[in-house]
């Protein structure tokens, strides 16, 4: 054995590793905040539990699990892919953790493509859980699982655009109050737990617009129902998608 054979090979890791860590620490942080997983699993699952065994709205004809377990699925996509995530890249980015990470060798793309895989990666763990409530409470999901997944990718998407435009362009402390806002208004007039026909026929077009309401209805018609691919709700989360997404690269600050 020669001293070549200790010879350090200064470099950075294949871009593929790098990702691949930096998406494992993204899913590490999720989980161990408080709030994040007050987010993404324990409202979700005392909602679909509370609104499932306690007559408390009334849902229309059919069973209330039925109608609830699509809706709280597509509310945990938006709790992850938006809420969470505005809020906690709002805070990287006062805190200059974006700067700083843009900078290694890791770039700025890969660091949005591991956001990105570990948002998905939660969400996989959120849609296991929720499953797994909901048919322990009688649920009997229908219809094509790969429409279903292919609604919650394009919904991902839409909702992601979303919250980093929300978090690239607004201060941290501003972001953390308007994603809670925001959650909290499109949880009670996107159609998650009331029915879009409890309201007014005057605003339910704008309601069925926004993407927790196409989301929820695309989910709740392929779940439920049983329906092919719903194109309607599928276009309206994919232009929120392609503009939201479009906006966050032509405004999205680091600093």
């Avoid at 609604?151 to 978090?167: K, N, Q, Y």
């Avoid at 996107?190 to 339910?204: M, N, Y």
């Amino acid at each position: 054995m020669t001293a070549l054979d200790f010879t350090p090979a200064p470099g950075a890791a294949p871009f593929p590793r790098m990702v691949l860590a930096q998406a494992g620490a993204e899913i590490r942080a999720m989980l161990r905040n408080g709030e994040q997983l007050l987010l993404t699993l324990v409202i979700p699952v005392l909602l679909l539990v509370g609104f499932s065994l306690a007559p408390l709205i009334d849902m229309g004809e059919g069973r209330r699990i039925d109608f609830l377990a699509p809706g709280v699925l597509a509310l945990a996509v938006m709790s992850t892919a938006f809420t969470g995530q505005a809020i906690a890249t709002g805070f990287e980015r006062r805190y200059g953790v974006l700067k700083r990470l843009g900078a290694t060798p890791l770039s700025r793309a890969g660091l949005m493509m591991a956001k990105t895989a570990a948002v998905v990666a939660v969400e996989g763990i959120q849609a296991v859980v929720i499953v797994a409530v909901g048919l322990a409470l009688g649920w009997r999901p229908q219809g094509s699982f790969l429409s279903a997944a292919l609604l919650i990718v394009v919904g991902t998407a839409a909702f992601s655009g979303l919250g980093l435009l929300m978090a690239g362009t607004l201060r941290a402390e501003a972001t953390l109050a308007a994603a809670n806002l925001v959650y909290l208004v499109l949880l009670g007039a996107g159609g998650v737990i009331f029915p879009l026909s409890k309201f007014p026929e005057g605003v339910r077009p704008v309601l069925e617009g926004l993407p927790i309401s196409a989301l929820t209805g695309g989910l709740r018609a392929v779940l439920t129902d049983g329906a092919a691919l719903p194109l309607v709700p599928l276009a309206v989360l994919t232009a929120w998608a392609v503009l939201s997404l479009g906006l966050v690269s032509r405004t999205f600050r680091w600093e």
